[in-house]
């Protein structure tokens, strides 16, 4: 798996091969090559900044050359008619990184926005918000980490780092304790430390996956709030407990008052908006 580090450089080199093709041709004819300039990107909606530390990789593999001044760092809260940085040096390059420097901040931005708003719904509760797999394929790094500077949390990156047993595994498997032993049963003949998560549909469920132990979190899926009450209590705190399926805004309180400690959240990053800004010439 490579690093996020290693990830932005993938998808700035695909995001310049796609956007640049063999040149930028309108800049190219109607700008003299050695044009020096300044631009810089303001703020044209209130949220929670994001993306600074890829613009600035835009940049450089654009034009080593270009000058950034940041004025505002990532997490930062940002309202309309801000200037997050401004940017100096040749025009024609200012000009071809525009639109990659504005698709990424702008999505990012969207995505720590979104879970800004939901984590300080119940920011003074013991739950936290998670996020899912639910991403921009090629970008799910990126996404979640804007989720973490949102002030959310992250759930399992992909199928790689966590065994989540979902209702279909449960039922191919051939039910809750068949599904969870033979998960413990990989992992040991693999050398795999893995947490392992399992997803309940009722509190039958939920007493089987607690016979069985050897778990890390019991997921709650599409409970409602009574059933959420009593399977936490049933719980008892000797498992970590999840709520997810269906939970909005407007109900996500409710359910952290029951005391689940994680509500995850797919709407953090496949139902957002992104947050407006433009890069304009100075």
Partial sequence: MKK???LEDDLIDIAIAEDLGDGDHTSLSTIPHDEQGKAHLIIKQDGILCGISVALKVF???DKNLKVDVFLQDGAKVKKGDIAFEVSGNVISILQAERLVLNF???LSGVATQTHIYAEKIADLHTKVLDTRKTTPGLRLLEKQAVKIGGGKNHRIGLFDMILIKDN???FAGGIKNAILAAQKYCKEKGKNLDIEIETRNLDEIRQAMEVGGIKRIMLDNFDLEMTKKAVELIGGKYETESSGGIT??????YALTGVDYISVGALTHQIKSLDMSLKAI
């Fill in 169 to 171: 595994h449960v039922d």
């Fill in 4 to 6: 996020l580090e290693e």
């Fill in 105 to 107: 901040m702008q999505r």
């Fill in 249 to 254: 805004l407007e109900t996500l309180r409710d």
């Fill in 60 to 62: 450089e593999k654009i």
